[in-house]
């Protein structure tokens, strides 16, 4: 092992910390947003070796957000499960089974940075590697992202995976076998759908292309390759339409459209909430506005975060399978166009899964820049005042962006583990079991912010709902009916009507 090796090993270990204690201290190891909300509800139903559970007698009144209830045709019963894939869920269950939940994305976000580094140690250099690796840490981009509940580094993960696998497998000589390589390049991709599926068709645009070339120009052992890598990644992938037929009864019934009949990807009248529908203007105007109000959270350099890309292209210009890595980014966002909704809470994580092409070719810019080279190493008279500019703008990063940037994170949408508190109690717990009804003061997260006591049977010594206490009093008759208003926070009013 390298001394460069020993510096990236170091740095992932410092990214699980740092992600760890980004989740604790800004996020407070609990849900915030809808989608992590329904994330942990079907993370613990897949722990469980279930992919539905019976929906109670009024859905409505015990909502988790973007979790269904359908009824299928002869069906006695309706059914409840989340809207999203099963990818990401299935990786978090191993979480609540092993009782770390709150490691599982750290521990990924050390893994994302390892593998940024061998990427740009294989495609470039080590020392290119290892800055990609150091950058991908500081990021405040992949620090919010790590620290929360989303899907999106184990996305990475799966994204630095397969452009590795595809490497080994296609372009450089290793000494795996070019067999074992093509089977990791076809599950990642494989995985890479069935949690994130739109992700997955902007990532694999790029190595689709390139594999119409291979079979177009390889010998037949490559294109043997290539096939088997399309095979095995369709097959997986056809696990998506088997999740959706065992959920609805239909391969090609969308979860997502039996929340919202409008979320579906593509353009016309039917998709999206803008006036007219989606279409590629607004495709456009979605995408500008992500990059214009999160460019910024790529590296905290606050609008110059872009500085070294320039360079790092012209860098990579004779470098093919940095034009690979380097165009992921671009796929990704190409293919976002197709779809209405934007995201910018936690920066443009739309898009995250091709963050390596923006850390590494940023790193080779910067190299470039100063100069450095394996025989010239450090010694030259660029790099003391691109390394100054570097150390000024990281500085700048976690001392003032960055911190601040966090904070603004903090108590997201209102939701804090002070929510939780009245509930842990002794004298709460004396309640149990019981049915809160909660009366919104603000906001739904008012509500939403105490379904992290809640199992998805409705077991748990609370569960919590909003309105008609009287047809939820005859469903649960074994529970003590107590009214809460989070104004006020460790009064419980125990009346059978809404009323004080």
Known sequence: ?????????????????????????????????????????????????????????????????????????????GQRFAKYPPGWPVVLAFGYLLGGRAWVNPLLAGLAVWLTYRLGQKVFTPAVGLLAAFLTLVSPLFLMLSGSLLSHTWSLVLSLTLTL??????????????????????????????????????????????ALFLLWRGGWDVRRLVLFVGAVSLLVSALFLLWQYALTGNPFTNPYTLWWSYDS???????????????????????????????????????????????????????????????????LAGAYLLYWAGSTTFG??????????????????????????????????????VGALLLFLVGYNLFSYLPTRLQEMRGLYGVERADLLPFLTPEARAL?????????????????????????????????????????????????????????????????????
């Open 165 to 210: 696998a595809w490497l080994d497998t296609f372009v450089y000589k290793t000494r795996l076998p070019r067999g074992l390589t093509a089977l990791v390049a076809a599950l990642t991709l494989g995985l890479l759908a069935l949690t994130r599926p739109l992700t997955a068709v902007g990532v694999a645009l790029l190595f689709f292309l390139h």
């Open 265 to 331: 990807v593509g353009f016309g009248p039917a998709v999206g909430r803008q006036d007219g529908g989606h279409n590629l203007f607004w495709g456009w105007i979605t995408l500008k506005h992500a990059l214009t109000t999160g460019w910024r959270d790529f590296f905290g350099w606050g609008n110059f975060s872009w500085l070294f890309l320039p360079f790092g292209l012209w860098a990579a210009r004779r470098n093919r399978p940095a034009w690979l890595i380097g165009s992921v980014f671009a796929s």
């Open 432 to 500: 149990t079991p019981a049915i809160v009804v909660v009366h919104i003061q603000e906001t739904w997260t008012d509500y939403g912010a105490l379904l992290d006591l809640q199992d998805p049977w409705l077991t748990s010594p609370f569960i919590f709902a909003l309105g008609q206490s009287e047809a939820l009093r005859a469903d649960y008759p074994d529970r003590r009916l107590i009214h809460y208003y989070p104004d006020e926070s460790y009064t419980f009013y125990m009346y059978t009507t809404p009323s004080r």
């Open 1 to 77: 092992m390298s001394r460069t090796d020993r510096f990236a090993i170091l740095v992932a270990l410092a990214a699980i910390l740092a992600a760890y204690l980004t989740a604790a201290q800004v996020f407070e190891l609990i849900p915030h947003i809808e989608d992590e909300m329904a994330f942990v509800w079907q993370a613990q139903v897949y722990a469980r070796g279930e992919l539905t559970v019976p929906s109670p007698a009024h859905p409505k009144n015990l909502m988790t957000p973007f979790v269904v209830d359908y009824h299928r045709v002869g069906a006695s019963q």
């Open 348 to 385: 443009p994580r739309y898009y995250f899964e091709g963050f390596q092409s923006i850390t590494l070719l940023s790193a080779a810019g910067c190299l470039g820049l100063a100069g450095w080279s394996k025989t010239k190493g450090w010694k030259n008279s660029r790099f003391i005042g």
